[in-house]
Structure formats: C-alpha cells, structure tokens
C-alpha cells in the first residue's frame, strides 16, 4: 500500500515538487504540470496528461523526441482546464498544439475546454484521444486508453521532434491509436495514500481480467493463471481484436501496473515473445517495465502497435526523458522556455452589494461550510461506493474542490462581497482544484448560479432562489450531457430541482420547500442503485455497479440535505 506521504491530499503535489527539483536540468515546472527545456528548432507542442499515480505517465515521459509538456491531476483524478490551459501556453512554440490523453470524460470535457479558449486566442490546437483497452467496450472510439497511451504519445512525439507540421503529427497520432490495442489483469488493489483498505480486492487464487488503470477492478474474475498460461490469455485476446493492418511488425509493450516485479515481468515475457513469433509477428525494440501504472497495484497489461514503415521509424526514433531513454544524448544546448509561466483566472474586482444581499451572501457562505463539512465526514465512504465500478476518487474529488470553493469563498466575503461574486468564485475554485468530472460539473453550476444573481438587487426571494438552483442544474445537464437514467448525478439533481421549483411556485416557505426537495433528492439517489450507469468510467463495469446507488448522485443528497439542515 501507499504508506508514504504528509497531508493524503497534497501528495500529488507533494510528489511533483519533488520530481521537478530532480529533473531541473531537463524540465521546467509551470501552474498545472511540466513542460521540457527547448532545443533547436521550433516545433509542434505534443502536450499529454492525465491523473497522478501513473508514473512514469505522464510528466515522466516530457524531453527530447517525446512529450513537450505533461499536465497532472490529482490522482486517477483528470486535471483541471486551468491546468491544462496554463501548461500548452507554456509549451507552445508557434507550431500549434497537440492535447493527447486517455479517454476519460474528465479528461474529454477539461482538455476540450482548455482546447477552445487555446483556439479563441489563435493557438492552432488539436485533440488526439487514446482508446486502446479492448476490455472496455466492444466499440472503438467508446474504449478508454491505458498502456497505449504510451505507444501513441512516442509516435506523437517523434513526429513532432522530427519538425513535421500540425497536420502530420495529428495525422501520426490518429494512425498510432488505431494501430494500438492492449489488454491487462490485476493480482490486488491499489491504495489511495492516507486510505486503509485497497479500492478493490480480488479475492485469493482469483485474477480481475480487464482492468483500468484508475483503480478499476476488472471486468470478471477468474483463476490466477501460470505465467504461460496468463501469456496465452493476454496473446490470444489482444489478437482477437487486432486492427486491419497489412504488417506482420509491431512494437511491444508488457508492462507492471505498480507492484508487480521486474522479474515475473521477465517471466511472463520469456512466454509472450515466442508466442507471438508462432503467430507470425516480428518484434520490434519490446519495452518490459514499469510505463503506464497505478500507484501500487499489482497487475501486467500487454500492448501491442501493428507497425507501418511510418510508425516504425517513429517507435524506434531517439528519446531522452527523465523515465525513458531510447538514447541518451547530450543536455547541452538546452535552455527554460522563454514563455512565462501564466495561471488560467484574472483577477478582478467584486461589485459592492447591495443592503439586501448581503445576509444573502452570509447564507451562501454558512451552505459552503455545510457542504464542505459533510463532503469531509463522507469522503472514505463515497470513495467505496466509487470504486465498486469506478475509480474511486469521488471522495477526494469532492473534498478537494468543496475545500478549494470554501476558500475562495471566505476570501471573497472578507473583501465584503456580494452572493453573486461569491458562488462565482467557489465555481471558479472548484473547477481549478479539483478537476475530474464531478469538478468541471460541480464548479460550472456554482459560477453559473451566481451568474443568474445579482449582487445589486434590491431584495432576493423565491424566484431567485429558483432561478440560481435552474442555472446550476442546466450547467451541469448541458456540459456533462447525462440524462435520467443514466446513473449520475443528473438522476439526483433533477427530481430536487423539480420538487423544489414547484414547492417554490405553490408559495411554499423557502427551507420547507428545500427540505422537501432534498429528501426528493436522497430518494431518487438510494434509486440509482438498480442502475445500470452509461456514462463516465463506471460504464465498462455496468454489471459491477448494479445493487449500489451512484456516488454523484449520493453525494448530491448529502450536500442538499446538509444545506437543508
């Protein structure tokens, strides 16, 4: 288990500071991640990332011949569109950028929103999304990316170091992704630092087959195989879902999900090369290791990239980063980017408000206070039910972000500010901290309740209230895209809103008619249960989730109760 750390919460960023001291001489840190010392000509930004708790993905793969800049997340948690945004300025030489990240819909929604802004202000900016885990759906493009990410950001990173334009890196990746399949399987759990018990278990003598690499258990349970047995099962699979590739070459990669040891990495190898020689398949530069993993997880997952003479040249092409060395070559030459390191936010100045907003805005304050308490006293609990068929971040998610609202909140209330500037500012500070998608959901629906309010009025009532609970929930349906039914929050957030809206309509008092529809809310929440989810990472793990109630959706309840009370 993950025994190591000082505050649980602040060991992704605990261990970054660490690395970047390391690797001082090659990289640079900057608000959100790392981007490398610059070299020679200008080129095409290949920036990549992802959650914490993969080293050597994603900052550990950042120097010459592959990634420019890496952004990180909190663990198994994606970072924030600050974050992202911050980093590919940073990295960015002229040439356009390149966002390239396993499929995940934190990452999809924050590197999608980081990549609009890019855009707006002239940077040419691309997404090329990782989908190689044949385990997680029948269809391609739905796949998440796990070990593959590895195979495709190496060719998005030669491509560009090799000084092709926007066009044939995006291209190169693409190609990269729809030659690259993987497939894996877990021995045991990983830990969360500070927590007690392993997100999963897989029960003695038994293997997950098919699993994540965000603490996702696997898809089914079956016997531990021997070594050669366990070969033959990843060989066999992987080949089943080859691509329609005219080549009989492909690069290699068996690699350790955390704390599965070099040698039994040996001895699973000793039993997949000649078997895949039996199938015809030439090996090329194979790569045995830790690449891709999940903090202390036992497990081996095995990729294979079918190989043209493009995509070759790519694989075997010169690298020098801080955990990969195709070889080493000289630093000298290397200079900091000249770029200044920016953060995403500006800062401006609050309105003053007006008499009546101000016990408003004491209001709004004392509900953060409740929502951060309560996120506090059931952080392990909704990381349990997380991690049933999910990752099991939601907890620390929540905490981070409800923790990181409170305090831009009280900075804002003690400069005097109205309710309006305050919600704005928590949903500013939620989405910046927290990231994942429960951040992006939870800090787009604050900023747009305060949006909807105004710190000038003359007086707040009813309709204001059922206008900011409207915005937030329309920011969150809009963005997220979930529907009822589809085991989310979505299912929790629009029975309160219905009930609560028509409370407020038939005149009801205020605190009734939100006690009313929190209670709508935990029972439409405790309903999630008989689900199955079709959305988000739970979603390969349909089966998994049945019999348990969604965590968004749980921890909605306990945050409008909470208020409530």
């Not at 391609?140 to 990173?157: N, Q, W, Y």
């Not at 696997?218 to 195989?225: A, F, Q, S, T």
């Not at 350790?256 to 699973?268: A, D, H, P």
Request: glycine content about 12%; aromatic content about 6%.
């Amino acid at each position: 288990m993950t025994v190591l750390y000082n505050n649980p919460a602040d060991f992704a960023e605990d261990q970054f500071t660490g690395f970047l001291d390391l690797y001082s001489d090659r990289l640079q840190g900057v608000p959100g991640g790392a981007v490398a010392h610059r070299s020679g000509m200008p080129q095409v930004a290949v920036v990549v990332g992802g959650g914490s708790g993969h080293y050597p993905a994603f900052c550990g793969i950042v120097g010459p011949g592959f990634a420019t800049g890496a952004v990180v997340g909190n663990i198994f948690t994606s970072p924030s569109a600050a974050q992202v945004y911050s980093v590919a300025k940073a990295a960015d030489q002229g040439k356009g950028v390149i966002l390239t990240f396993g499929n995940y819909a934190g990452d999809n929604m924050n590197f999608g929103i980081a990549a609009e802004r890019l855009r707006k202000e002239g940077v040419d900016t691309r997404i090329v999304v990782v989908t190689d885990d044949i385990a997680s759906s029948p269809t391609e493009s739905e796949r998440r990316g796990i070990a593959g990410d590895f195979t495709v950001f190496k060719a998005l990173g030669a491509a560009a170091a090799a000084g092709l334009d926007i066009d044939e890196v995006e291209r190169i990746g693409r190609a990269a992704n729809a030659a690259s399949r993987s497939f894996g399987v877990a021995f045991s759990g990983c830990t969360m630092p500070g927590a007690t018990e392993p997100l999963f278990t897989v029960p003695e003598g038994q293997m997950g087959v098919g699993l994540g690499i965000h603490g996702e258990p696997g898809i089914r349970d079956e016997p531990l195989k021997s070594a050669d047995e366990l070969a033959r099962l990843l060989v066999t699979d992987l080949l089943a879902h080859a691509p329609s590739a005219d080549s009989s070459r492909v690069a290699v990669i068996l690699n350790g999900l955390g704390t599965t040891k070099y040698e039994e990495l040996f001895l699973v190898w000793k039993s997949v090369a000649p078997m895949l020689r039996e199938e015809g398949l030439e090996i090329v530069d194979p790569e045995v290791g830790e690449l891709v993993t999940s903090l202390d997880m036992g497990g081996i997952s095995l990729t294979l990239m079918w190989l043209d003479k493009e995509l070759e040249w790519l694989w075997t092409a010169d690298a020098y980063t801080p955990a990969y060395r195709k070889q080493k070559s000289a630093l000298t030459g290397l200079r900091p980017s000249l770029r200044a390191a920016t953060t995403a936010e500006e800062h401006d100045d609050a309105p003053t408000p007006s008499v009546a907003a101000v016990p408003i805005a004491g209001l709004v304050l004392e509900g953060l206070r409740a929502l951060a308490r309560t996120m506090h006293e059931n952080e392990f609990e909704l990381g349990r039910i997380d991690a049933i068929a999910g990752d099991g971040d939601h907890g620390r998610g929540m905490v981070k972000g409800a923790d990181a609202a409170l305090a831009a909140a009280e900075s804002a209330a003690a400069a005097s500010a109205g309710p309006a500037w305050i919600l704005r500012k928590a949903g500013q500070a939620w989405a910046a901290a927290a990231g994942g998608t429960s951040g992006v959901l939870w800090g787009a629906g604050l900023e747009s309740a305060g949006a909807v309010l105004d710190d000038e009025a003359t007086e707040f009532g009813r309709s204001e209230l059922a206008a900011a609970v409207h915005a937030f929930a329309t920011a969150i349906t809009d963005l997220g895209r979930a529907k009822p039914g589809d085991k989310t929050v979505v299912d929790a957030l629009l029975p309160f809103v219905d009930t609560l809206e028509l409370s407020l309509m038939s005149g009801e008092e205020s605190v009734r008619a939100w006690v009313k529809a929190a209670e709508a809310a935990n029972a439409a929440a405790a309903a999630t249960a008989a689900l199955t989810p079709k959305l988000g990472r739970a979603r390969p793990l349909a089966e998994k989730s049945i019999g348990t109630p969604d965590a968004g959706a749980t921890s909605f309840g306990m945050i409008v109760s909470a208020i409530g009370r």
